[in-house]
């Protein structure tokens, strides 16, 4: 759930608590290129206001209209698919012939919501359903694996805590990658016991945890929407952090260094701390994508760039693992045949 539809949440939430009546638009399905994902939400309030998105375009004024004219009354979820014909493609601003099918509820279930709300701020990852026939909605636990389904009649969303990206290390690269992580919908977390670094670190809306790397990530109680990128190049701090983030459900687990430098750490880990092969080999080392990174943001980008393939389930990138490639920690290397 990126930060878009958790103010839908709670912009339905509170509005039905102030008395308004609230429509609940879920994106159900794409077909061809469509401006926000199935899953996404957008809510009508009953004098206008708008909460979200589900398409960035002229659908959200059309929905808007329909809700003024008084279209949506009822109780009863229905379907509505935009952009069927090239003609209405055009109209409504989708790019590619795209097709959106929309999922509307005009009387959505506040109480499932402030289920999900709960169940979101307890750090669990949530399903919600909604049957179109019995109108009925209900929040139940998630895991990892589940994804959004729909089969024309019911459509069940997998909702959760904010996406989490700690950064061991406040250095340069740290300030680059923190600031781009934030404007994909993470919240950034720095742990960095080093005064040296630690003191100067001012990147707005990035807090800093003070203590040892390890202990952050226990604190911290990493969840399957947490990555872990450890930055500082000193492997005391980097493999205290990384013992414990490799056995934590973290999606992403990353360290910065050359493919020499990994392999050492990999055979440390093994050797000095209480981790399975199978855990190590989670490990992103060298962190990032082999894209020739050379500057700080350069290897920022890179960095982001692995950890949102992987958030987004991708295979990983060994095709170009034998590519020359500049190393993550600046250095130039030859990747060997």
Known sequence: MDSQDSEVLAAVRNWAADGHRCVLVTVARTWGSAPRPPG???????????????????????????????????????????????????????????????????????AALDDLARRIAAGQLALRSIDLDSGVAAARD???????????????????????????????????????????????LICDPRIEYSAGWDVPGAALLAGMPDNAVVELGLDPRSAVVALTHDPKLDDMALLEALKSPAFYVGALGSRANNVRRRERLLLHFDLSEAEVARLHGPVGLPIGSRTPPEIAVSILAEITAVKNGLPPFAATERLPAADRSGCRIDYPA
């Open 40 to 110: 996404a939400w957008m809510a009508l309030r009953d004098d206008g206001r708008v909460q979200g998105s589900v398409s960035g375009g002229c659908i959200e004024d059309d929905l808007i209209a329909r809700m003024a004219a008084g279209e949506f009354h009822g109780t009863q979820p229905f379907v509505q698919r935009y952009g069927v014909t090239p003609d209405e493609a055009r109209r409504f601003g989708l790019p590619c012939g795209g097709v959106v099918e929309l999922v509307i509820e005009p009387a959505p279930d506040v």
């Open 142 to 188: 998630g895991c990892r694996s589940d994804q959004l389904s729909w089969d024309g009649r019911n459509l069940t969303t997998l909702h959760g805590p904010a996406w989490r990206l700690l950064i061991i290390g406040a250095g340069q690269i740290s300030r680059y990658l923190a600031s781009m992580a934030q404007a994909l919908d993470y919240q950034v």
